[in-house]
């Protein structure tokens, strides 16, 4: 009996310091979500200046971080940052682990916990990057894009492989662009917690931010599906490339002015989303 006893006050307290611990890993990628969107509502600001011809340049995540860097107090919030997107990815890694938002073990469920995955990849490598810079340790490293498309290239059937991550890329810029349009992301929200002003934000910021990066990853996607064709890495581009591109169009200024607004939108969304958003790991 008291063996007994003592396996259940064991249990109890492992039980205790699981439900002590969960809140906080929660807490972390809230905090993680708000990294992310003030990133995104960094690269959509300087877009927009530079849309306005008053400064600013069209960049990527990596090329943000370097902006910040030169700014006052830059090297805290590069900290800040690089310490709140490991919470995004201790996030990802949760919801391919422990799937908490029940996606399940079939086609559909595997595929979007695999997208988890690629995304914690991405973000650690930006977290990365952005504690490297706050340790005056970062520089310039080129376009990342022609970086990976090169050493895809290099393998066997690499135009096939660049062709495929191509297609991956526009099929996950169109899911995004619809998950906006239809204002499906709405489900990712407490909405109960929410007053009525939150909610007219988080649905506006969410629908223009996700169309605009739906639009800015589709066409990264066929930069790279040009690079599958061509076979050359330099066709690969990146976020800063399809900005460019855009400024580079008839009307131009305005299409980048809208697309970079959408952008910071999108980062408005994700720091609303750190606040609000379904997090079921815990209590």
């Given amino acids: 009996m008291s063996t007994q006893a003592s396996k259940v006050g064991v249990r109890k307290k492992t039980s205790n310091a699981s439900q002590e611990i969960k809140p906080w890993i929660r807490r972390f990628g809230r905090f993680g979500h708000m990294a992310k969107g003030a990133v995104y509502a960094l690269i959509g600001l300087l877009a927009v200046m530079a849309a306005l011809g008053i400064g600013g340049e069209t960049t990527d995540t990596s090329g943000a971080l370097q902006s910040l860097a030169g700014m006052p107090f ?3 919030l590069l900290w ?3 310490i709140g997107l490991i919470g995004y990815i ?45 340790m005056n340790a970062g520089g310039g490293s080129g376009n990342s894009e022609q970086t990976i498309s090169a ?3 290099a393998q066997p059937f690499g135009q096939w492989i660049v062709g495929m991550v191509g297609l ?12 906006g349009y239809k204002e499906r992301f709405m ?9 009525q002003h939150e909610k007219k934000i988080a649905r506006n910021a969410g629908k223009i931010g996700l169309i605009a990066r739906g639009i800015v990853l589709s066409m990264i996607g066929f930069f790279f599906m040009q690079t599958a064709v061509t076979a050359n890495p330099e066709e690969s581009k990146g976020l800063d490339g399809a900005l460019l591109e855009l ?12 697309v970079a607004a959408g952008l910071m939108l999108y980062g408005i ?14 209590k």
């Fill in 168 to 179: 991956v890329i526009i099929g996950y810029g169109i899911y995004e662009l619809y998950n």
């Fill in 187 to 195: 489900k990712k929200f407490n909405v109960n917690e929410m007053n």
């Fill in 90 to 134: 201790i996030w990802d890694l949760i919801k391919v682990i422990k799937d908490p938002e029940n996606k399940g073990h079939d086609a559909k469920g595997v595929i979007t916990r695999i997208g988890y995955l690629v995304s914690a990849v991405i973000y650690g490598s930006l977290a990365f990057s952005a504690m490297k810079l706050a």
């Fill in 269 to 282: 969304y994700e720091i609303i989303r750190g606040r609000y958003a379904k997090m079921n790991f815990g």
């Fill in 74 to 76: 830059g090297e805290g």
């Fill in 247 to 258: 400024i580079q169009q008839p009307y131009g200024g305005w299409l980048l002015g809208v």
């Fill in 151 to 153: 050493r895809l290239l």
């Fill in 80 to 82: 800040v940052i690089g």
